[in-house]
């Protein structure tokens, strides 16, 4: 049963996906590996294959991998509209949710 929900909750993020785009450079060039998913009531920020940081309902999700390079620092810092500082406070906070992994 429980497998079940998981799998219709899958699919209804799936339905629910309306564009999927590289982030742009300041020059307007493409950004290879960096994307903007947009969905109904939610925007993510994905760096390669991972999930960065997200906007849904009000809040925003920070994902394991949120501080894992250079590069994903710095379009994550774009997409967040904040410093690496600012996101570690909020996080430190509990402004931020921390997804899959804990704060210290």
Do not use: C, H
């Amino acid at each position: 049963m429980e497998e079940n929900n998981k799998n219709e909750n899958i699919k209804e993020i799936i339905k629910n996906i309306e564009s999927v785009e590289n982030m742009t450079s300041s020059r307007g060039n493409i950004i290879a590996n960096q994307f903007e998913i947009k969905g109904k009531g939610w925007v993510l920020f994905q760096s390669y294959s991972s999930p960065i940081a997200m906007f849904k309902d009000g809040q925003t999700y920070i994902f394991t991998d949120w501080d894992y390079s250079t590069t994903t620092g710095k379009y994550r810092n774009i997409f967040l509209s904040e410093s690496k500082a600012e996101t570690k406070a909020k996080l430190q906070s509990g402004e931020y949710i921390a997804v899959d992994f804990e704060v210290y």
